[in-house]
Each structure stands twice: as structure tokens, then as C-alpha cells.
């Protein structure tokens, strides 16, 4: 079956330093990987996709993420956290064959970020 | 400006008391969408249109409705709510092709439901 794992619940993380969100998924043929963000009391925003390409994704707000077929792996990156980050993160993968363009979505990780 | 405009924002309601949430999107999206999202689980699909008149039901449809006769309108009818129903629903779209195939999806800010 299609999945999609965030291994965390939640990330802590001290104002300026780097921060990892970790994602891995489950598809059968290749896949397109995406990130969301969610603010409090608001609805999911685009943050960052992988389509094809080079490996390593940059999007909105500073962050990044690097696409590792091997590990089959996504995480989400950023070299230095803000508290304005803090928020709840989506993964969501879909695989390239799917004619429904059905996303498979992770169960979301809080991040936290302290001053 | 480009939305996606979800109402109510909340509601508190009674078993068994039909109900309608409202979605409306400005930018001629073909796709649309709703889910919910619960505590531990993340979203989930409960259905989906490609375009007007074209609905499939997601992963999670039972209990709900929904109708697409109208290109920017997507309507989440719930025709006897049950306390498991109370979640929050989130309404997206997006565009067909490179829009849905990339995945970028424009959510509206949700709709928060009590069924009592």
C-alpha cells in the first residue's frame, strides 16, 4: 500500500539553529513529493515540491528539501529556524501514474520553535 | 485576490440536522476538493471533482455528499450529521495538469464542525 511516514509528532528546535523535518513514503512508480505548511487556525499553504530534476528543492520561507530516491526520503530543511516557523508540516507524495491526482498524505509534524 | 472561501468558519449543530458547508474558489480551477483533518490522522480525502458534474468519492466519503454544478462551487452536505462527523474540514483547489500534477493546492481556511 501507498504511504507516507513522518516519523516525528513533533520537532524542537532553538531559534537559529538548523532544522530537519523528516518525511519517507511508500509508492509504487516514481513519485512527486511536496511540502505544506499550516499556521495556526488556518488553512494549508504550498511550500515545496520535487518534480524532476535536481535533487535538492528550494521554496518558500527559506526552507529546502532534498529528494533521496535511495532512502526514499524527503525531508524538509532550513540552515537557520525561525519562531515565525513554528507551525504544522505536511508531507505529501503522488505517484506519477495516478490519472486521479490523488495525494497520500502524512499525518504532520509540529515544529517548534523556542527563542 | 485568488481564494478559496469556506462557510461557516464554524459551526455547532445537533445529530441528525442537515447541514451544508460552502466552497467557493476564484480561479477557475478545474480541481476541487474537500478534507478533514483530525488529531493523530492528518487529512483525509472525502471527495474530489475534476470538473462540473464530474464528483469520486475520496477516502473517507461516507456520510457526506457533495455537487459540482458549477465550475467554482463545490458544496460538503452532510444530510444527518453524527458526532463522528466533528472535525475540521478544509475545502482546496487547484488546476488541472500542471497545476494538480504538481500538487500545489489552494486550501481555504477551514471550517471547524461540533456535532453534538
Known amino acids: 500500500a501507498q504511504s507516507v511516514a513522518q516519523p516525528e509528532d513533533q520537532v524542537n528546535v532553538a531559534e537559529g539553529n538548523p532544522l530537519t523535518v523528516k518525511c519517507t513514503y511508500s509508492v509504487s512508480g516514481n513519485p512527486y513529493l511536496f511540502w505544506y505548511v499550516q499556521y495556526p487556525n488556518r488553512g494549508l499553504q504550498f511550500l515545496l515540491k520535487?518534480?524532476?530534476?535536481d535533487n535538492l528543492v528550494k521554496g518558500s520561507y527559506g526552507f529546502e528539501a532534498e529528494f533521496n530516491k535511495s532512502q526514499t526520503s524527503f525531508h524538509l530543511k532550513k540552515p537557520s529556524a525561525l519562531v515565525s516557523d513554528s507551525a504544522l508540516y505536511f508531507c505529501a507524495v503522488r505517484d506519477r501514474s495516478d490519472s486521479n491526482y490523488q495525494l497520500i498524505w502524512g499525518a504532520g509534524t509540529k515544529l517548534i520553535i523556542k527563542p | 485576490e485568488a481564494q478559496v472561501t469556506q462557510n461557516p468558519r464554524y459551526l455547532i449543530t445537533v445529530t441528525g440536522k442537515k447541514l451544508t458547508v460552502t466552497c467557493s474558489q476564484n480561479?477557475?480551477?478545474?480541481?476541487m476538493s474537500w478534507y478533514r483533518q483530525d488529531p493523530g490522522l492528518g487529512l483525509r480525502q472525502i471527495y474530489y471533482?475534476?470538473?462540473?458534474?464530474?464528483?469520486d468519492k475520496g477516502d473517507v466519503p461516507e456520510g457526506y455528499k457533495v455537487s459540482r454544478k458549477e465550475k467554482r462551487n463545490f458544496p460538503l452536505i452532510l444530510e444527518s450529521p453524527s458526532p463522528n462527523q466533528t472535525s475540521l474540514y478544509f475545502c482546496?483547489?487547484?488546476?488541472?495538469?500542471?497545476?494538480?500534477?504538481?500538487?500545489?493546492?489552494?486550501f481555504g481556511e477551514g471550517s471547524r464542525l461540533t456535532v453534538l
Open positions: 482546496a483547489s487547484s488546476f488541472l495538469g500542471l497545476g494538480v500534477s504538481a500538487g500545489e493546492l489552494f
Open positions: 520535487y518534480i524532476t530534476g
Open positions: 471533482s475534476m470538473n462540473v458534474e464530474v464528483t
Open positions: 480561479m477557475n480551477h478545474e480541481y
